[in-house]
């Protein structure tokens, strides 16, 4: 436990100083490698700590660093902020329909404030809960946030620790959940000094980002405080509903108790605390249920677990791009398990791993799956950050938003998709250090050269325009044809949460494909999904039905024949008797 006053966890330091200014005062050894001592410290007061007389370093559970990675931590008062949502009451996953934002990006200030000017826009148009990209404090003036090293301090640039609960409660006050992102597998290189307090970092592993986190080696136990302290704090004193764990199948741990399990069970307790919902999300393209699966079943006891699979059926589906890591969804039953099951790849061989992958995913229910059309990772991670409004038809388009406002599994949107944006989402960076910016220019290039992409067409991450490209273009839902888009995405929201059938856990999923003609069927109960991915029209004999719920102008009813132009989709209900479908 960490003592109370300023202190720091340094288990191999022979000396800890704190340093406030020029001066500095020598703390004292406490129990399991803790130091402390020193005055009193205010709200803005600006500290640091020297560890065996080397320079002042910031405070590795810094809540706030207005300088920047390098400079000295200040004292965050969290008694101060006055919260208004005494009447908030947690959100819960299944049901809920999310969406992905980077708030660098995703209005013109920039900001956590400006991120409130437009949650009227999310409220009409229908989602539950908001995802925001990770905000830890991270070097530069942009970035993704995935290279974060002070994992306690909200960014400053985006209104630090005062702005973002700001955010939280003005979600809070118009009934939207707030989602966290976290990374726990790795840190950022530039600004990260744990290291030079204790053994926070280890080699026996490797992420493919930067040093794995000790998480079971000599001395671990202060390092998994560290991160399950974290995950309690963001719960705790910033009130969000749910952390969504980044990559969490590379957080490495062969130790008895999973660090993942221990912070499953400790988030339970402050969420029985707390008297509401604390929800944690593993992204993980593993294909293993045990992250989603309670602890007296073997599993981690964390709430849900993402899908790619979902995604890359249905985008092979949708573009045949059959390249790099989508060449495992060439084959139509690879969609339609995915559609029915939430993962296609359940003990099956694949031919980009060149193995075995998967698990079944029967023990999990609906809701746990988090599936997406696009997300921050399959548009940035693109060449260009085209997003599926680039690569196909906006009629396609309109086919997947149907697709994903009708699974059973938990919908993700990503920032401006509901409206079609033509804004890309690019990879961007700011590093002040040659050699390091240098090292992510090449291995961008390098990583698209063998996807077959013209690396001197791969902007600069480093470059502002590359960053400036990126940001959503909010009078674009003012123009007819995204209009038309968004009108779309909040008519089958709406249509998701009002229909009986639609939704997880309301009725099963048979998905059916005919790759001679390209239609795309999907039961839902009394409701029926109609996809022409086809070169042809197609006449499809459709079922007796209530309401033809949504469907493109284009599609033609002619007694119970439907026409469907290609690309066109059409979301059915069935009306009950013995000639339903």
Excluded at 486 to 511: E, M
């Amino acid at each position: 436990m960490r003592p109370a006053g300023r202190s720091v966890w340094a288990p191999y330091a022979r000396t800890v100083e704190l340093c406030l200014g020029a001066e500095r005062v020598g703390l004292e050894p406490q129990v399991g490698g803790w130091w402390a001592g020193g005055p009193h410290l205010q709200a803005g007061d600006r500290y640091a700590f020297s560890v065996n007389g080397g320079p002042p370093r910031p405070d590795p559970r810094s809540e706030s660093q207005p300088d920047g990675v390098h400079e000295s931590s200040a004292v965050v008062d969290h008694h101060s902020h006055v919260w208004n949502d005494a009447d908030w009451r947690g959100f819960e996953l299944a049901g809920a329909v999310l969406y992905e934002l980077h708030v660098g990006t995703f209005t013109p200030a920039g900001t956590f404030d400006g991120v409130v000017e437009h949650l009227e826009h999310l409220v009409a148009l229908g989602v539950d809960a908001i995802e925001v990209m990770p905000i830890a404090e991270f070097p530069g003036a942009r970035g993704w946030g995935y290279d974060g090293v002070d994992l306690y301090a909200p960014r400053h640039a985006y209104g630090g620790p005062d702005g973002f609960k700001r955010l939280v409660d003005a979600c809070h006050r118009a009934g939207l959940a707030v989602i966290l992102d976290v990374v726990y597998n790795h840190l950022g290189p530039a600004g990260n000094y744990l290291s030079e307090f204790g053994p926070y970092f280890t080699d026996r592993y490797s992420t493919g980002w930067g040093a794995a986190v000790n998480f079971d080696g000599p001395d671990s136990d202060g390092v998994r405080r560290y991160v399950v302290d974290n995950a309690l704090l963001w719960f705790r004193e910033y009130h969000v509903d749910a952390l969504r764990l980044d990559a969490a199948d590379v957080i490495h741990d062969h130790s008895a108790r999973h660090v993942l399990e221990q912070l499953g069970e400790e988030v339970a307790e402050l969420s029985d605390a707390l008297g509401r919902p604390c929800t944690l999300i593993a992204e993980s393209a593993r294909n293993d249920p045990r992250f989603a699966l309670p602890v007296w079943s073997g599993g981690f006891g964390l709430h849900a677990v993402w899908s790619d699979d979902w995604h890359h059926g249905v985008h092979v589906a949708l573009t045949g791009e059959t390249g790099g890591r989508f060449v495992d969804y060439g084959d139509p039953r690879l969609l339609t398990a995915a559609l029915s099951a939430g993962w296609a790849y359940d003990g099956r061989y694949s031919r980009f791993r060149r193995r075995v992958h998967g698990r079944s995913p029967r023990q999990l229910m609906d809701h746990q799956f988090i599936v997406c059309v696009q997300n921050h990772d399959q548009v940035g991670n693109r060449a260009l950050g085209e997003r599926i409004g680039h690569l196909v038809p906006s009629a396609r388009a309109r086919a997947a938003a149907a697709l994903l406002l009708t699974t059973p599994f938990t919908p993700m949107l990503f920032q401006g998709e509901e409206w079609g944006a033509a804004t890309p989402f690019l990879y961007f960076t700011d590093h002040s250090e040659a050699k390091l910016a240098a090292s992510i220019r090449k291995g961008r290039r390098r990583e698209f050269s063998t996807w077959g992409s013209d690396p001197a067409q791969v902007p600069d991450p480093q470059a502002e325009k590359t960053f400036r490209r990126s940001c959503l273009d909010w009078s674009e839902p003012e123009a007819p044809e995204h209009a038309e888009m968004l009108r779309w995405y909040t008519r089958l929201i709406a249509l998701r949460r009002a229909h009986p059938d639609l939704g997880p856990g309301k009725a099963a999923v048979a998905a059916d494909f005919d790759a001679a003609t390209g239609l795309l069927r999907v039961d839902r109960g009394q409701c029926l999904v109609l996809v022409n991915l086809g070169a042809d029209e197609l006449a499809v004999l459709a079922p007796p039905f209530a309401e033809l719920l949504a469907a493109d102008e284009a599609v033609r009813s002619v007694g119970r024949m439907l026409a469907l132009p290609p690309d066109a989709v059409a979301v059915l209900t069935r009306s009950p008797g013995p000639e339903a479908l």
